[in-house]
């Protein structure tokens, strides 16, 4: 069973930075992707970013500049570096992985943008 671990959400001011990280309980090479999705209060989850395994990166056009994905891999650990957080970037951020047509789920973390 795929298990993926989230940590490092919380409570920042507008303009801070914050890193998430997530584990994975396999070889992130195993999978077509990984990557992070959000969901605000009241909204859709939405994907932030993602890295696939030749590294190609994507991300959402509202975090572009701001946001960075990397992966560790030697420790399977896919990360999300924020800065310049606005308030609009709170929400419940959930590591994810796919391959062919399974996906994986983080339980997710909480990052609260507010002064």
């Known amino acids: 069973q795929v298990r993926l671990v989230e940590s490092g959400g919380g409570l920042v001011q507008p303009g801070g930075s914050l890193r998430l990280s997530c584990g994975v309980s396999?070889?992130?090479?195993?999978?077509?992707?990984v990557g992070w999705y959000r969901q605000a209060p009241g909204k859709q989850r939405e994907l932030v970013a993602l890295?696939?395994?030749?590294?190609?990166?994507t991300y959402a056009d509202s975090v572009k500049g701001r946001f960075t994905i990397s992966r560790v891999n030697a420790e399977n650990t896919v990360n999300l570096q924020m800065n310049s957080l606005k308030s609009e970037d709170t929400g419940v951020y959930y590591c994810?992985?796919?391959?062919?047509?399974?996906?994986?789920w983080g339980q997710g973390t909480l990052v609260t943008v507010s002064a």
């Open positions: 890295i696939n395994v030749g590294g190609v990166t």
């Open positions: 994810y992985s796919h391959i062919l047509r399974r996906e994986y």
């Open positions: 396999e070889n992130i090479f195993n999978f077509n992707a």
